[in-house]
């Protein structure tokens, strides 16, 4: 129960209702407290001119008319009920109560005020508290016959007055207070909702591990919906490189099984015959089929690691002529027994900034397919120039040329054009200049006219 | 010369022991990283061969113990693991070169016998000679027989690297990587064909065939 307690205080959202609600019932409290403190002081003010003005009007009447012409108005008053009720008095030079009427159902006891009287003096305020709590105001004034003459009001409905305001004033905090916190729920539980959802869909892929569960984006261009937006474009990229590495491991898988069933057929043939020549030879093929096995481990990791980026590249400012000039001399006999000729055209000062030993492969690769495919009498020529921004390394060969149906497809995986499948060929050469090209900010282009042979161009960022 | 090999599995164990003794060497073998940390500190090896995965201790903590005993014996590290950073871990550790499985025991060989080489100090001959072939590295002059044969750098290049290894078996990829500088595999056959034309300037006027194909596993040198 106290950890929910905990959880619950530590939620943003209930952290949030409560700082607005508070804000909210903190000013209505304040505007509340400034009004009534207001009316309470306008109404004391009321009061206070109805005690003066009474007291102004029945000390002139008295002096006029003396105490008839003073009963006389208050009567009048009465009469006319003009007046609310107040406390007359009147005292005589010697103290002596010349004038006395007060409401019958007031509980003053107005011998308190005698020593009040005298410290007043000739004219003031005095207050006096009754016995079942109200309060009565009393105004007095010296008459120039040194008679004290007395005004009084009670407070009561004042009082009465406030305590029916301040009713109304607490059942409106009451509400306003109900409203603040609902509306503070309201509000943040709306604010809230993209976070929620964000986590329920973390939840939902946790626990089931499907990775298609995609956050509700309500408002895409708030913070909250940017981040969706964000998050679900995260999810995007994970599940795509989830997708190529449960892909790329089901090709390793696929295209282990064609060689190891190679290894296991040799080798059953071979024991089955018993020949020791026949064994010899199966077991030189198995050596050459796991040689094959290990490369094209080697040529998938490389792969899939400069595909996902963590391919470790010793960066360095490379000439692209000497790149030329390596791969030329790897296939210049190759070349020369298979009647191609074999052409450089690189112009000097073509600088990239790349792995050196990357890009060798990168050319050499290149070559060797277009060596391959090109037919005797042929011709592969190998070039490096620049074009404005980028350096080129361009091998184009005489060959048959690839089918505009297979162009797409020539860098993916392991995939050969139906006439090359005879051929020793991992189908993956491709695969890896690519990735290593696209490794260094690069892209390769094939352009190819079926029979009038293939040209592969390798673009990269020059340096300066 | 004595060698230590560290390996648990049983199968390349055995092919690492034997293939060793048959290249000449008298070699130990430990299946588990104590074994091999006590043979390493009681007797002087040449070189230790070491797989990183064994059993208790592992390899690099095996390699980092023995350098921390001042035990100076040139370690190569045998790895299933091909990653630059596994790499760089190995030779931090202490290693001296690493190999990753699967390899040619070629390579190995090749590879120990280069350290052994630089811990010894032994100066490069000048001069090459096996049987009735000569090579001299400063003239570049190849002869066979007292009959001086023309080659082109490459092939000079080729059959250098077969007379350092006169007798043992040279991989495709180690010829590849020492003649070329190149380590990939590729897909027509570059190194067959510089082979071959060794074979054409070296062996066609002889009875006796110097270069001989090994199906599957590469080109030996006959001693």
């Known amino acids: 129960m106290s950890s929910r307690l905990d959880r619950l205080r530590g939620a943003l959202g209930f952290r949030l209702a409560l700082y607005y609600a508070a804000v909210f019932l903190a000013s209505t409290l304040a505007l509340a407290a400034i009004t009534y403190v207001l009316l309470a002081a306008s109404l004391r003010q009321a009061d206070h001119d109805l005690i003066t003005t009474t007291l102004r009007r029945y000390a002139a009447a008295y002096q006029r008319g003396g105490l008839p012409l003073l009963n006389r108005v208050i009567t009048a008053d009465r009469v006319a009920g003009r007046y609310e009720p107040v406390l007359v008095r009147v005292i005589g030079e010697r103290s002596e109560a010349v004038y006395f009427s007060m409401p019958a159902d007031w509980r003053f006891d107005l011998e308190q005020l005698a020593g009040e009287e005298r410290r007043l003096g000739a004219a003031g305020w005095a207050e006096l508290r009754s016995l079942d709590g109200n309060v009565l105001e009393i105004a007095s004034t010296r008459l120039p016959d040194g008679t004290l003459f007395q005004v009084g009001k009670s407070t009561e409905r004042r009082a009465e007055l406030l305590a029916r305001y301040r009713g109304t004033l607490l059942a409106a905090f009451l509400s306003v207070a109900l409203l603040a916190v609902a509306g503070g729920y309201a509000l943040t539980h709306s604010a809230l909702r993209p976070l929620r959802d964000l986590t329920a869909t973390v939840r939902a892929i946790l626990q089931t591990g499907h990775m298609q569960a995609r956050v509700p984006v309500r408002q895409p261009r708030d913070t909250l919906g940017e981040l969706s937006l964000l998050f679900n474009a995260m999810l995007d990229r994970i599940e795509g490189l989830l997708g190529a590495m449960r892909g790329s491991l089901d090709n390793v898988a696929h295209d282990l099984r064609t060689p190891l069933m190679r290894l296991r057929s040799r080798a059953e043939s071979a024991l089955e015959s018993g020949g020791e020549e026949a064994c010899r030879e199966a077991l030189a093929d198995c050596l050459e089929e796991s040689d094959r096995v290990a490369s094209m481990l080697e040529i998938l990791m490389d792969i899939s690691e400069a595909e996902t980026g963590t391919l470790r590249l010793q960066k360095q400012r490379v000439d692209l002529a000497g790149v030329v000039r390596d791969a030329m001399d790897l296939y210049a006999d190759v070349a020369e027994d298979r009647g191609i000729s074999l052409h450089a055209d690189a112009a000097e000062d073509v600088c990239v900034h790349a792995d050196r030993n990357r890009l060798r492969q990168v050319a050499a690769n290149l070559l060797d397919n277009a060596v391959k495919y090109t037919p005797r009498g042929g011709r592969v020529e190998l070039a490096a120039r620049r074009e404005g921004a980028e350096a080129l390394l361009i091998v184009r060969d005489t060959g048959p040329g690839i089918p505009p149906e297979d162009r797409p497809r020539i860098f993916d995986r392991l995939y050969r054009g139906d006439r090359s499948r005879s051929e020793r060929g991992l189908g993956l050469g491709l695969s890896l200049v690519r990735a290593i090209v696209e490794a260094h900010q690069g892209g390769v282009t094939v352009d190819s006219t079926p029979g009038g042979g293939s040209a592969f161009t390798v673009h990269l960022p020059a340096c300066d | ?223």
């Open chain 2, 1 to 223: 010369m004595r060698l230590l090999v560290v390996e648990d599995d049983p199968t390349i164990a055995s092919f690492l022991v034997k293939g060793l003794q048959g290249a000449g060497f008298t070699v130990d073998h430990a299946t588990s990283g104590g074994d091999a940390l006590h043979l390493a500190s009681s007797s002087d090896y040449a070189v230790a061969v070491v797989d990183v995965m064994l059993p208790g201790m592992d390899g690099l903590a095996l390699i980092e113990e023995m350098r921390r005993r001042r035990v100076r014996t040139p370690v190569i590290i045998l790895s299933a693991r091909r990653s630059v950073d596994d790499r760089v871990k190995g030779l931090q550790a202490g290693g001296d070169d690493y190999l990753t499985k699967p390899f040619a025991f070629a390579e190995l060989l090749a590879r120990v016998q280069a350290l052994i080489r630089r811990a010894t100090g032994a100066a490069d001959p000048t001069r090459l000679a096996v049987g009735d072939l000569t090579l001299d590295l400063v003239t570049r002059r190849v002869e066979r027989a007292g009959r001086p044969i023309e080659l082109r750098p490459r092939e000079f290049a080729l059959l250098e690297y077969l007379m350092r290894n006169a007798g043992r078996v040279v991989s495709k990829p180690m010829i590849l990587s020492h003649v070329w500088d190149y380590s990939f595999d590729p897909r027509t056959n570059v190194v067959d064909v510089l082979v071959h034309r060794l074979r054409e300037k070296l062996d066609k006027d002889f009875d006796r065939k110097r270069i001989r194909t090994v199906r599957g596993m590469g080109y030996v040198l006959e001693a």
